[in-house]
């Protein structure tokens, strides 16, 4: 579904990414792990076209995503879901939702859509009218992953969903991100919580500085003595 292949990016004349490789398939959870700045949040900001490549491809369904703007990457299935949520606080939620569905024509569509979020998410439903900067975090944190809902994506990328949250919260939007791709959504997981990201996923790859420097099934990985003592506190 999404191959990444050599990927390099620079900021100015530091590389952050190396030439990273790696592929989702659909359906799958891929967990994308790393330190701080090992350069995971690059990546995604390059697949979803915000951040120019120096060299490699991003192939989504056979196509390079490079070149293409932003807004047609959304509409082609791709959603983001940005580190820090992002959500924009002068608006309500309401507001916010149907911003996420700003590539989308039919009204009666996107109708459906918001009522599928709102079912998802009934703490949404009930704060519908309240300014989205008056959220707590984990309001927020719903907030940013309706929104990126309402463009029907077929692939989510998720920056960090876990951040700043209490461990309650972490346990529910980690369950959130396991019944959104149940409803067949394919999701690109970026953690720095290892644990909770290798519990979810089917696949993890391991980013350090700007490489990759392991990958597998999550479930070895979650017993690979090295991942255990760099990320999992063991
Ligand atoms: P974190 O978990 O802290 O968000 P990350 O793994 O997502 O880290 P990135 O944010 O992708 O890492 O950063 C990768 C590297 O690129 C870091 O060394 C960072 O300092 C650098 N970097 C990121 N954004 C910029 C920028 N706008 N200008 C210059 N350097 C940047």
Not at 107 to 122: A, G, M, N, S, W
Not at 139 to 168: C, H, N, V, Y
């Amino acid at each position: 579904m999404l191959e990444v292949k050599n990927l390099q990016v620079y900021y100015g004349v530091i590389q952050a990414i190396k030439g990273v490789s790696f592929r989702v398939e659909e359906g799958e959870i891929i967990a994308l792990i790393g330190a701080n700045g090992a350069g995971k949040t690059t990546i995604l900001q390059t697949i979803s076209g915000l951040i120019a490549a120096k060299q490699g491809e991003i192939l989504y369904g056979g196509v390079d995503l490079q070149k293409i703007h932003p807004h047609k990457i959304v509409a082609m299935g791709i959603a983001h879901v940005p580190e820090g949520r992002r959500v924009f606080s002068q608006l309500t939620v309401y507001e916010n939702l149907l911003m996420g569905a700003y590539t989308r024509t039919n009204k009666d569509e996107i109708e459906e859509t918001l009522e599928q979020v709102f079912t998802r998410f009934p703490r949404l439903k009930e704060r519908k009218n309240q300014m989205a900067g008056t959220l707590s975090g984990g309001e927020q944190q719903m907030l940013a992953m309706g929104r990126a809902l309402m463009s029907k994506p077929k692939i989510i990328l998720m920056d960090e969903p876990s951040m700043g949250l209490s461990p309650i919260l972490v346990e529910e939007v980690f369950d959130i991100i396991k019944s959104i791709n149940k409803s067949g959504t394919t999701v690109l997981l970026v953690e720095q919580n290892a644990k909770k990201a290798l519990s979810i996923a089917n696949r993890a790859y391991v980013l350090e500085t700007g490489n990759i420097v392991l990958e597998g099934d999550a479930k070895e990985l979650m017993n690979n003595e090295s991942v255990k003592k760099a990320y999992l506190g063991e």
